[in-house]
């Protein structure tokens, strides 16, 4: 996919925080969905089985699946994300609604694994951790705030990535999304010069998320195409530690590049914020917008601290971490 885009793209995803879409995103769960999630939970509760080999064709779940198939179409075909409003939380244990969220993302699409070691829910909490070139840390796991970017740019993105509220931070760790349609006009319209180095490869830390005796750095751009649809493989992070790691001093376009991009992104009226309330979901296309959060803290109480699960789905390969 090394076509470069030379035409402004135009699409539903090609919007700004100013566009206006129905109900700014958000799919509420109805009475009826809820009625099947809490009947879900009970049986699921009486009859204890890890969330992995839960499948929604066990459950009577109709209006959950039409649902489903709205947010499935809005992430995919629409704007590129969803809140889906909510998981009824405050009445059930925390393991229980997050299987009622694998049960509702895997009507989505397929969940995969996060992780080289098979991962498939991925906790995201602060460790107390810092994430340092090499050394396998995820900012998921700190307090720090993260720029724009994409799941596993450095190995195999997801097609989509969800996340589900289960206790939100004392202050900050509001979610940010942006359209990389709309950047990449940006780019086309103001930096022509700079933007083909962005379709030709840079250096990712894989984060030790690979066997044994792999290569500890993968090498891909950040832009792609298929000469109709842009996709981005971006984390300014992993590219800076990349670099760190292979003990090489980026190229001058391409410290260009990199620096124009994140610029560019973080211009105001670009990004949609959100802040996260318990039960709900955020599914975004991964391989269309960048997502990010901003620093938070977090309650003194370890029950009340920020507490987000991740699901990663694809719609084609095995669920394997490679794919």
Same mark, same amino acid.
């Given at each position: 996919?090394?076509?470069?885009?030379?035409?402004?793209?135009?699409?539903?995803?090609?919007?700004?925080?100013?566009?206006?879409?129905?109900?700014?995103?958000?799919?509420?769960?109805?009475?009826?969905? %809820?009625?099947?999630?809490?009947?879900?939970?009970?049986? %699921? /509760?009486?009859?204890?089985?890890?969330?992995?080999?839960?499948?929604?064709?066990?459950?009577?779940?109709?209006?959950?699946?039409?649902?489903?198939?709205?947010?499935? /179409?809005?992430?995919?075909?629409?704007?590129?994300?969803?809140?889906?409003?909510?998981?009824?939380?405050?009445?059930?244990?925390?393991?229980?609604?997050?299987?009622?969220?694998?049960?509702?993302?895997?009507?989505?699409?397929?969940?995969?694994?996060?992780?080289?070691?098979?991962?498939?829910?991925?906790?995201?909490?602060?460790?107390?951790?810092?994430?340092?070139?090499?050394?396998?840390?995820?900012?998921?796991?700190?307090?720090?705030?993260?720029?724009?970017?994409?799941?596993?740019?450095?190995?195999?993105?997801?097609?989509?990535?969800?996340?589900?509220?289960?206790?939100?931070?004392?202050?900050?760790?509001?979610?940010?999304?942006?359209?990389?349609?709309?950047?990449?006009?940006?780019?086309?319209?103001?930096?022509?010069?700079?933007?083909?180095?962005?379709?030709?490869?840079?250096?990712?830390?894989?984060?030790?998320?690979?066997?044994?005796?792999?290569?500890?750095?993968?090498?891909?751009?950040?832009?792609?195409?298929?000469?109709?649809?842009?996709?981005?493989?971006?984390?300014?992070?992993?590219?800076?530690?990349?670099?760190?790691?292979?003990?090489?001093?980026?190229?001058?376009?391409?410290?260009?590049?990199?620096?124009?991009?994140?610029?560019?992104? /973080?211009?105001?009226?670009?990004?949609?914020?959100?802040?996260?309330?318990?039960?709900? %979901?955020?599914?975004?296309?991964?391989?269309?917008?960048?997502?990010?959060?901003?620093?938070?803290?977090?309650?003194?109480?370890?029950?009340?601290?920020?507490?987000?699960?991740?699901?990663?789905?694809?719609?084609?390969?095995?669920?394997?971490?490679?794919?």
């Amino acid at each position: 996919m090394g076509e470069i885009m030379e035409r402004p793209l135009a699409s539903p995803m090609t919007w700004a925080a100013e566009t206006m879409f129905e109900n700014d995103g958000l799919i509420e769960l109805g009475s009826d969905c %809820i009625a099947e999630l809490e009947a879900t939970a009970a049986i %699921i /509760e009486a009859n204890p089985l890890p969330a992995e080999a839960l499948s929604p064709q066990d459950f009577e779940m109709p209006a959950c699946q039409a649902a489903m198939i709205r947010v499935h /179409e809005q992430i995919h075909n629409s704007v590129g994300f969803a809140i889906i409003d909510r998981v009824p939380v405050d009445h059930l244990k925390s393991d229980i609604a997050t299987k009622l969220y694998w049960l509702l993302m895997s009507m989505i699409s397929r969940p995969v694994a996060q992780k080289w070691d098979g991962t498939m829910l991925y906790d995201i909490v602060d460790t107390g951790q810092k994430a340092l070139a090499g050394n396998g840390v995820r900012s998921s796991k700190t307090n720090g705030g993260q720029g724009y970017h994409t799941d596993n740019a450095f190995n195999l993105p997801p097609d989509f990535v969800a996340l589900f509220c289960l206790q939100t931070a004392k202050e900050g760790g509001v979610s940010g999304l942006v359209s990389f349609e709309t950047v990449h006009n940006l780019l086309l319209e103001e930096y022509p010069d700079i933007l083909p180095r962005l379709y030709e490869p840079f250096y990712f830390d894989r984060q030790m998320e690979h066997a044994p005796n792999d290569e500890r750095l993968s090498f891909t751009p950040v832009f792609e195409s298929d000469g109709e649809k842009l996709f981005a493989n971006f984390s300014p992070r992993l590219v800076e530690q990349g670099y760190d790691m292979c003990k090489e001093d980026m190229d001058a376009r391409g410290r260009e590049a990199v620096k124009v991009l994140e610029e560019v992104s /973080e211009r105001g009226g670009l990004g949609k914020t959100f802040g996260f309330q318990r039960g709900q %979901i955020q599914i975004v296309n991964n391989k269309q917008l960048g997502h990010r959060r901003t620093e938070f803290q977090d309650w003194p109480e370890p029950e009340r601290r920020r507490h987000l699960v991740r699901i990663w789905l694809r719609e084609a390969g095995r669920p394997f971490y490679l794919g």
